[in-house]
């Protein structure tokens, strides 16, 4: 992925598991090391 | 990791009670971090956010809010202690926003007009902490009998929590930059 503000590529350093009203799903959390944005991607659940 | 940009530390004051003695904590520490070099800080107070109460959640973002969490490296919460819990506003507006504080840092400053100074309060805030994705550290402050901790124009009058600052903010400023190093280059194996 890269960032949406700078365009630099941004590491992926997190999968979050998270439980929503009716299903959860893992979230992967994206940060930009030039400029501090951050991005998540829905994965599939587990 | 980006050295230009400095690390950004805001301090949430988390109560909209009237009269509410955390306010002169907060402006205390907000101070004690703006002094420090590298770092740039904003108070945030819950009570001049715009969170509608009829919904939850992400859905209910107030974009001054995220935005600041998605710029920030750590977070400062204070929070007074009612009922041996914190307000459910606090907790409301900390709902808004998930992906903004994953592998971030927190602190938190307890606030009670009792001895304890926040104790049970901070204790119960742990877990909510990471669940959040924030990462703790090990210094808490604790101001106890606050009504004796400032004077009613918010001059503090223990120096002693002047010693006790610059080590929570050090230990926090010290989580933030390990935190940011790996947000930025330690990719997920």
Same mark, same amino acid.
């Given at each position: 992925?890269?960032?949406?503000?700078?365009?630099?590529?941004?590491?992926?350093?997190?999968?979050?598991?998270?439980?929503?009203?009716?299903?959860?799903?893992?979230?992967?959390?994206?940060?930009?090391?030039?400029?501090?944005? #951050?991005?998540?991607?829905?994965?599939?659940?587990? | 990791?980006?050295?230009?940009?400095?690390?950004?530390?805001?301090?949430?004051?988390?109560?909209?009670?009237?009269?509410?003695?955390?306010? &002169?904590?907060?402006?205390?520490?907000?101070?004690? #971090?703006?002094?420090?070099?590298?770092?740039?800080?904003?108070?945030?107070? +819950?009570?001049?956010?715009?969170?509608?109460?009829?919904?939850?959640?992400?859905?209910?973002?107030?974009?001054?809010?995220?935005?600041?969490?998605?710029?920030?490296?750590?977070?400062?919460?204070?929070?007074?202690?009612?009922?041996?819990?914190?307000?459910?506003?606090?907790?409301?507006?900390?709902?808004?926003?998930?992906?903004?504080?994953?592998?971030?840092?927190?602190?938190?400053?307890?606030?009670?007009?009792?001895?304890?100074?926040?104790?049970?309060?901070?204790?119960?805030?742990?877990?909510?902490?990471?669940?959040?994705?924030?990462?703790? +550290?090990?210094?808490? +402050?604790?101001?106890?009998?606050?009504?004796?901790?400032?004077?009613?124009?918010?001059?503090?009058?223990?120096?002693?929590? #002047?010693? &006790?600052?610059?080590?929570? +903010?050090?230990?926090?400023?010290?989580?933030?930059? #390990?935190?940011?190093?790996?947000?930025?280059?330690?990719?997920?194996?």
């Amino acid at each position: 992925m890269h960032c949406p503000e700078c365009g630099a590529p941004m590491n992926k350093h997190a999968e979050k598991p998270v439980t929503l009203t009716t299903y959860e799903i893992i979230l992967a959390i994206y940060c930009c090391p030039n400029c501090g944005k #951050v991005e998540s991607e829905e994965l599939n659940g587990m | 990791m980006s050295e230009t940009r400095p690390l950004s530390i805001p301090v949430i004051l988390g109560t909209t009670r009237k009269g509410r003695m955390s306010s &002169h904590p907060a402006q205390f520490i907000f101070e004690e #971090v703006r002094n420090r070099d590298g770092v740039v800080t904003e108070l945030i107070d +819950i009570a001049t956010l715009n969170l509608v109460v009829d919904d939850a959640g992400e859905a209910i973002k107030d974009p001054r809010f995220s935005e600041a969490m998605e710029r920030a490296d750590a977070v400062i919460i204070v929070t007074p202690e009612y009922n041996h819990g914190f307000p459910g506003l606090l907790k409301h507006v900390l709902d808004s926003c998930l992906k903004e504080y994953i592998h971030k840092a927190a602190g938190i400053v307890g606030v009670s007009a009792g001895p304890f100074g926040g104790t049970r309060v901070i204790e119960n805030f742990l877990p909510i902490l990471r669940e959040l994705g924030l990462v703790s +550290i090990f210094w808490d +402050i604790n101001f106890g009998n606050v009504q004796k901790a400032f004077d009613p124009s918010g001059r503090l009058l223990d120096e002693a929590y #002047v010693r &006790h600052a610059d080590k929570f +903010i050090g230990e926090l400023i010290w989580m933030a930059k #390990v935190l940011r190093y790996g947000r930025d280059q330690v990719p997920l194996q």
